[in-house]
């Protein structure tokens, strides 16, 4: 069992930045891989980027590619997401998920991930 909680989103402006930070519970942390996928009003949920059970490797959507980047600390069962250069159009719920690590890579549907935490909401204004 994986208990996912998401800190870090807010308001920013078109161009800003914003970190967002997701906290793991539980002692098999790298035994997931973890991603970050965003929703917003209307929308299917959309995959944002994934990061490997040891961090090694990285996936990104085309939507944030060269703007966005996944890092986790299994030290510190974590898994941030620094978002730079945001456009309204990054304006979404913002969830952490976890899928274990032997499901494969890189894993886009969000149908295949086992746990989630409640989101974070990010609002870039124009």
């Known amino acids: 069992q994986v208990q996912l909680v998401e800190s870090g989103g807010g308001l920013v402006q078109a161009g800003g930045s914003l970190r967002l930070s997701c906290a793991a519970s539980?002692?098999?942390?790298?035994?997931?891989?973890m991603a970050w996928f965003r929703q917003a009003p209307g929308k299917e949920r959309e995959f944002v980027s994934m990061?490997?059970?040891?961090?090694?490797?990285?996936f990104y959507g085309d939507s944030v590619k060269g703007r966005f980047t996944i890092s986790r600390d299994n030290a510190k069962n974590t898994v941030s997401l620094q978002m730079n250069d945001l456009n309204p159009e990054d304006t979404a719920l913002y969830y952490c998920?976890?899928?274990?690590?032997?499901?494969?890579?890189?894993?886009?549907?969000?149908?295949?991930?086992?746990?989630w935490g409640q989101g974070t909401q990010v609002t870039v204004s124009s």
């Open positions: 990061v490997s059970w040891s961090g090694g490797n990285t």
């Open positions: 539980g002692r098999t942390f790298s035994s997931y891989a």
């Open positions: 998920a976890a899928i274990r690590r032997e499901r494969g890579w890189p894993k886009r549907s969000p149908h295949e991930y086992e746990y």
